[in-house]
């Protein structure tokens, strides 16, 4: 692969209670576990920034390829849930669900887009056959 761009982030503390900061700053926060799972909630976590950045990406993936289609996706928007829970070996893993709203255009086309956003996305190529990803497209 060419690289193209390297980002950069170094957590301290105690992983998940602690904090993350990248290299050039511009994303510094307070890392806390949830309190859904027993913590204090009092800051970030990783499954929230994995969401914000998949969203953001994917997205980003979305125009791209209407572009190519010339299609006019007007105010859409995609959502990520990331979930995680226990795994069958022990430890813990990661399922997601992305809500895409396409208002502008019928739902089977909307659909096909998001299907191909979904094979240039770099967050679903890494994560393709690792976890399971839910595509839910809507018009609203």
Known sequence: ?????TAEALATGDGRNGRARTSDSLVDVDLAVPQAMGGSGNGTNPEQLFAA???????????????????SLG??????QVHIGP?????????????VVVPDLPHDQAMELVEKAHLVCPYSNATRGNIDIELKV???
């Open 53 to 71: 950045g998949y969203a953001a990406c994917f997205h980003s993936a979305l125009h791209m390829v209407a572009r190519q289609a010339k299609a």
């Open 87 to 99: 795994n069958e070996l022990g430890g813990f893993g990661l399922e997601v669900t992305l809500e």
């Open 1 to 5: 692969m060419k690289v193209l761009y």
């Open 75 to 80: 105010e859409s928007s995609v959502g990520a």
């Open 138 to 140: 809507t018009n609203d």
